[in-house]
């Protein structure tokens, strides 16, 4: 499974591009002459990729002011370091590909989490939503995936796994899963992808339709057809669904994501901010760019670069 969590949270996050003061400081020298900040700004102000930036600065300005003390340093490194730990040694290759440094990506984590706490905050919770969301209710499961290019490939695989004879077969599949997937990502950690539940909008449907229905320690009988190719999927940990009333905080948090990935709320969201936030934009050039947010269009169609996935993509 090619995870896309990082991917993901970047897409549509900050662009590192520097809206600069204007100034007669060289930004580069030519030989035709120089750049100043000035001239740069000018320029970039023009851009779509400047007035996104622009937007982006002023969003974080506001989350900052009204939600900061409900994000700290401790979450962000948290989240961090679960990417670290989910990339493993490609993890600065990765961040390398996307344009990022450690501190530039802990930034667009700090503003991933001070938006879902505006979200959550606007996420008005009846008992009816929680009763809705409960039919739906999965709790995060643990799987592995062997990822093969034929149908028949994948049999060969759950042939071998049949024939197997201990009773724990995540040993066996692991080294199938070294010996067999085409997915690098994931083949030298025994095929094991991060946790998911039902609010995961990244796998693809017939990974999570054929993972829950697995019990502990089962694996896929058949083939499972994705759009990456046939995967052969263990159940590494299946958590017992319970009873509602253990589960209230899980299932307000997974009705929070669902917002979170919800454009129309999300825009709604980042509207009443950003009118909370007072803003005045002080540059003529750029005064209507928040008027997709301060008037009342609510058809989700601009972007601030909030983007609000997480998990993996198959």
């Not at 030989?31 to 000018?42: A, D």
């Not at 759009?227 to 009873?243: Q, T």
């Amino acid at each position: 499974m090619k995870s896309k969590k990082m991917l993901a949270l970047v897409a549509g996050a900050i662009l590192m591009l520097p809206l600069a003061a204007c100034g007669n400081k060289a930004v580069a020298t030519t030989s035709g002459g120089k750049i100043t900040e000035s001239q740069y700004y000018s320029s970039m102000k023009q851009t779509s990729q400047g007035k996104q930036v622009l937007q982006q600065m002023i969003l974080d300005k506001v989350l900052q002011k009204q939600y900061g003390k409900q994000v700290s340093d401790k979450q962000v490194d948290a989240e961090y370091n679960s990417y670290k730990k989910q990339y493993g040694s490609s993890f600065s290759s990765v961040l390398s590909q996307q344009g990022l440094t450690t501190k530039s990506f802990k930034q667009q984590i700090k503003s991933n989490l001070l938006l879902r706490a505006a979200v959550k905050d606007y996420s008005n919770i009846s008992n009816a939503d929680i009763n809705k969301q409960w039919k739906k209710y999965q709790p995060k499961v643990s799987t592995a995936e062997i990822l093969v290019g034929s149908k028949s490939s994948a049999q060969s695989i759950i042939d071998q796994l049949n024939n197997y004879s201990g009773s724990n077969k995540y040993p066996k599949f692991k080294k199938l899963a070294k010996k067999y997937s085409t997915d690098s990502s994931t083949k030298n950690n025994g095929g094991k992808v991060p946790a998911f539940d039902n609010t995961d909008t990244q796998l693809d449907s017939a990974y999570k339709k054929a993972a829950f229905k697995l019990k502990t320690n089962e694996y896929t009988k058949s083939p499972v057809r994705t759009s990456n190719g046939y995967e052969v999927i263990y159940m590494i940990n299946h958590p017992s669904k319970g009873l509602k009333s253990d589960h209230i905080s899980d299932i307000k948090n997974q009705i929070v994501e669902q917002n979170m990935n919800n454009t129309t709320f999300l825009h709604n969201v980042v509207s009443k901010v950003l009118k909370k936030g007072n803003v005045s934009i002080k540059d003529n050039d750029l005064k209507n760019v928040l008027d997709g947010y301060l008037t009342n269009n609510t058809n989700g169609s601009n972007s601030l670069g909030t983007s609000t996935s997480s998990s993996s993509s198959k």
